[in-house]
């Protein structure tokens, strides 16, 4: 049975990455209030079962990189409204690794104290045809949904 | 960071992967990269707020459930991994925290052997009706070279894996008389093992002797190569498991919660 990493996502207005300060805010700051924070549906991970692995992989699209850098792209990518428990990022990685769409390879210099290493992930071609698929199956997801509730796409 | 909370992030990595039943490199690769991860943004809260206790908090937070987390690793593991773990747990490789013993070595190094037997001995029955049919049995002493073979093998696998256990556990005391003696024994194995395939097969002492002398230049080159790099590779892995498996990982949620 596929376990889903816990995600929420706030759904952000069309300009959201333009809005001004959005950057700067911070997200553990938990006193201050986003516009987003009025007002906006909060999307649980329920409602993106199975669109994990193709986030990460549209991530990689732009580059190798390793757990953390896959996050903050992400975490542009949904205009920082993207919240992921972080520990969750990696399960995916390792199921998409074992399925061969991503390869990965410690880094070659060590990373903090003690040494900890960090793994760097990039596409493979059979993650890119993963893509391309999870991309059409979104695609068809949101057209036939705005069909039914009458909002198309 | 203080060593103090290193132990902490540790101990909270150690916490989501330690019930993961996956193989004990999988299980190695998920550690040190979740450390990787979480001492990073460990660095990132610490930057943010310079209190060490709080930005572990965050840290931990932003992790996300351990519970949670173990459960998607797990979900993670590929067959082949869970087969792997099933093996490991058959083989019962040496614990990291228990002490040497001769006896303990030679289980180890039976289960190793027993393992490699059955495995030559299933792929030898697959195998043997396209041989038979191929005219690979043309006489009976082929035949009994390809029951030998599976025989030697599992005996050359326990002589290594005990061999190299005692190195580990002379190297480890100091004791560099006893890992001469082992050298010496290690350059004895490979012939010991010809001598004895060879003699079972031609019925004759001499000519599994005169085989054996064959390979003694070689494998006094080789075998205690083979010995020690096979001690070098469990003392590595079980130097590296030790560091986790000695963490004391089940108060550390309710820690953390009270913090």
């Known amino acids: 049975m596929l376990h889903l990493p816990v995600v929420a996502l706030r759904l952000p207005p069309a300009n959201c990455c333009q809005a001004s300060g959005l950057e700067s805010r911070d997200p553990l700051d938990t006193n201050s209030k986003s516009v987003y924070d009025y007002g906006m549906a909060t999307i649980h991970g329920d409602k993106l079962r199975g669109h994990l692995e193709a986030m990460i992989l549209s991530t990689l699209e732009r580059g190798e990189a390793h757990g953390l850098e896959i996050l903050d792209r992400l975490e542009q990518a949904g205009c920082g409204l993207l919240r992921l428990k972080e520990g969750s990022l990696y399960p995916a990685l390792y199921r998409l690794e074992a399925a061969g769409q991503v390869k990965a390879d410690w880094e070659t210099e060590q990373h903090g104290r003690r040494g900890a290493r960090r793994r760097i992930y990039r596409l493979t071609p059979k993650g890119k045809r993963q893509l391309h698929a999870g991309r059409v199956e979104w695609q068809q997801f949101v057209n036939i949904l705005g069909g039914i509730l009458g909002a198309p796409a | ?259």
């Open chain 2, 1 to 259: 960071m203080n060593d103090l909370t290193l132990v902490e992030l540790r101990t909270l990595v150690e916490r989501a992967v330690r019930p993961v039943r996956t193989t004990a490199a999988q299980k190695m690769r998920m550690r040190e990269e979740l450390l990787a991860h979480l001492t990073a943004i460990f660095e990132e809260e610490l930057t943010a707020n310079p209190n060490e206790s709080l930005a572990l908090v965050r840290a931990a937070q932003r992790f996300g459930n351990i519970e949670e987390l173990t459960e998607q690793l797990q979900d993670s593991v590929s067959r082949a991994q869970s087969v792997g773990a099933y093996l490991e747990t058959f083989l019962q490789s040496p614990c990291p925290t228990e002490a040497f013993t001769f006896l303990g070595a030679a289980r180890y190094a039976s289960r190793v052997s027993v393992f490699v037997l059955a495995f030559n001995l299933v792929v030898l029955i697959v195998l043997f009706p396209w041989m038979l049919l191929q005219g690979e049995f043309d006489t009976g002493r082929h035949l009994l070279f390809a029951i030998a073979w599976p025989v030697a093998l599992a005996a050359f696998m326990f002589g290594l894996f005990f061999l190299s256990l005692w190195v580990l556990h002379a190297q480890s005391s100091r004791a560099w008389t006893q890992t001469a003696i082992i050298a010496a024994l290690s350059t004895l194995l490979v012939p010991a093992v010809t001598f004895a395939v060879v003699a079972v097969i031609v019925f004759d002492v001499k000519t599994g002797w005169e085989s054996a002398r064959t390979t003694l230049p070689l494998a006094a080159l080789l075998s205690p190569l083979l010995v020690f790099g096979m001690a070098w590779t469990f003392a590595h892995e079980l130097r590296q498991r030790r560091e986790w498996v000695s963490l004391e990982v089940d108060s550390i949620v309710a820690r953390l919660s009270e913090s």
